[in-house]
């Protein structure tokens, strides 16, 4: 009776274990790593995502290029302007439709929207009305068929490899983060500290971030450890190589320039660059992220010059019916070529 006691005990003990190991989920670095890639192996899904720019600030030195005057008067007209995107995407046959929006605002407000398709091998972009660019109206509204294999030759480069980029992007993520030490860099916030959607019960929350506290010891890790990887990755994989159109010899020879110059490489990021902020809020549901939302804002001085960069923008992307059928509408039948729409621009030759 007694042995049967014991064992019900340890049991009930394994039990006890097993749910709260259940309910805590994985520890946020796993767990963080295991969704994204969960995600790149999904065969569809819906994406929303919002991009704004916060600040932008571009040095103005006229007397040495007058093209940085003008980027840096660009700069200031780009603040606050946005971009949504909202996509249908499925894995095989490969397909994204997307229709992306852009507001620039000011006192001449502008607001584009651009549809588009893109397949294995082609794509499709609607051609916008525009109020400053006098468009023939029998362009505006139609879409321009790109050959993708065709322009990449055009080109002189490599088509593009979907499948390739998205097994880069998985190897890339896990590189860098398993560098990151999870106390320093990874926290599991509330859902209401987190910023959520209302209707988005997620099963784990996971933030990572970069700030003042820790940027050296960010910087050592990337210098060190995650730059070495990620050569290490470029340089033994060819079709990665490809399909980032890059050359081995050249990312060799950044390797070693990389190696000699470590030192002043490290001197420049600790003491030229300040990143205020570098956040990634992910909200995994499922064993999906599902959610993210990040902020950046990053400075950067030239201590001869006084010359200073500034950027601060913030993202937020949400997606949904994963693995879920999806219908897409027919291609274009009567998309336009490139040369097409360019012999609309032409002037006729008697003037």
Do not use: W
Request: with cysteine; glycine share 4%; charged share 25%.
């Amino acid at each position: 009776m007694k042995k049967v006691k014991k064992i019900t005990v340890l049991l009930l003990a394994v039990i006890l274990i097993v749910i709260a190991g259940c309910s805590s989920g994985k520890p946020p670095k796993e767990a963080l790593t295991a969704a994204m890639a969960k995600n790149a192996e999904a065969d569809s899904y819906k994406m929303q995502m919002t991009l704004s720019l916060d600040e932008l600030v571009i040095p103005q030195n006229a007397a040495v290029q007058a093209e940085a005057a003008a980027a840096a008067a660009m700069a200031g007209m780009l603040k606050g302007a946005s971009v949504k995107i909202d996509a249908v995407y499925k894995k095989d046959p490969m397909r994204t439709d997307m229709n992306v929006e852009v507001v620039v605002p000011g006192d001449m407000e502008m607001k584009l929207t651009v549809p588009m398709i893109m397949t294995q091998d082609l794509l499709y972009v609607k051609i916008p009305q525009i109020p400053m660019l006098a468009l023939p109206e029998t362009a505006t509204g139609k879409y321009i068929k790109i050959d993708l294999k065709e322009l990449a030759a055009q080109q002189g480069g490599l088509e593009i490899d979907m499948a390739e980029q998205q097994k880069l992007g998985k190897e890339l993520g896990e590189a860098l983060l398993k560098h990151f030490d999870e106390k320093t860099y990874f926290s599991e916030p509330k859902a209401k500290d987190a910023g959520l959607p209302e209707d988005l019960k997620a099963d784990q929350i996971v933030a990572v971030e970069v700030n003042e506290s820790n940027y050296a010891q960010t910087v050592d890790t990337v210098v060190d450890k995650v730059l070495p990887e990620i050569i290490d990755i470029l340089l033994n994989n060819e079709a990665y190589l490809k399909s980032l159109q890059l050359q081995k010899a050249d990312i060799e020879k950044f390797k070693s320039e990389l190696e000699a110059n470590k030192a002043e490489v490290l001197n420049v990021l600790k003491n030229d660059v300040k990143v205020n902020q570098l956040k990634l809020t992910g909200a995994i549901k499922d064993g999906y992220l599902v959610y993210q939302a990040g902020q950046v804002n990053i400075e950067a001085k030239d201590k001869a010059t006084g010359q200073q960069v500034k950027l601060g923008l913030h993202f937020n992307a949400n997606l949904t019916d994963i693995d879920k059928e999806v219908t897409f509408e027919e291609l274009p039948a009567d998309a336009m070529t490139l040369d097409e729409l360019t012999k609309m621009f032409e002037l006729p030759a008697a003037l």
